[in-house]
């Protein structure tokens, strides 16, 4: 079946640093792949998407490229904010079969930014 | 504006009671999904509708269900044979299988 596999966290960098969480994936079809963030109480928020091999998604200064040839789909962000401390969530949806709607989600990677 | 809304946000239930949690969407999606959520283990899906009348189960459907008789309503019921039920449950609507899913604020429901 499908799997999301994500970087366990917590993640805990200083304000203006470097952001990588790294997500692989197990699909059986073409699935299309999305990172997801959610604040405190919260629901989930899309934060951004790819469809297919080679997409970059780009949203708020985060980026993810879909790498099929190793199934990969890192979040980065080249300089952190105390306000993007969140859950990160990486996250496939399934084109084959029967169930192409359904979301498969990671784990979540806590992120905290500090001033 | 087009979104998705659960209610309520706070649940408090005693033990043995079923309770019913709503979910309502106004994008014309077709699709719609419970998932629950618990410390450290991330969104398990509990049951999903592609149309209505139709819909089927998750991963942890054990001790819940569903019903879809509109296309902008999805209620899941938390019934007393759910074993654990406290957690956080989110519900989801998305229009096409590339598109992903709008998510609603969740219902923290406690069972007591």
């Known amino acids: 079946g499908d799997s999301v596999t994500q970087m366990e966290g917590p993640v805990t960098l200083s304000e203006e640093a470097f952001l990588t969480i790294n997500c692989t994936y197990t699909?059986?079809?073409?699935?299309?792949l999305f990172w997801y963030v959610q604040y405190p109480g919260e629901g989930l928020q899309l934060l951004l998407k790819a469809t297919k091999a080679d997409d970059k998604g780009s949203n708020k200064g985060f980026e993810a490229t879909y790498r099929k040839e190793t199934t990969s789909f890192h979040l980065e962000k080249g300089s952190v904010q105390v306000s993007d401390s969140a859950v990160y969530f990486c996250a496939l949806s399934d084109r084959s079969g029967g169930s192409n709607y359904k979301l498969t989600f990671g784990k979540g990677t806590l992120l905290t930014v500090n001033p | 504006d087009g979104g998705i809304t659960q209610s309520p946000k706070y649940l408090f239930r005693k033990e043995g009671q079923n309770v019913t949690l709503s979910c309502e969407q106004n994008?014309?999606?077709?699709?719609m999904y419970w998932y629950r959520q618990d410390p450290g283990q991330g969104l398990r899906l509990i049951y999903y509708s592609q149309i209505v009348n139709d819909f089927q189960k998750g991963d942890i459907a054990e001790g819940y269900s569903v019903s879809r008789e509109k296309k902008e309503s999805f209620p899941l019921t938390v019934t007393s044979a759910q074993k654990n039920p406290t957690a956080f449950y989110l519900c989801?609507?998305?229009?096409?299988?590339?598109?992903?899913?709008?998510f609603g604020p969740g219902t923290r429901l406690t069972v007591l």
């Open positions: 994008l014309n999606h077709d699709a």
């Open positions: 699909a059986t079809g073409y699935p299309s």
């Open positions: 989801a609507s998305s229009g096409t299988s590339g598109s992903g899913g709008l």
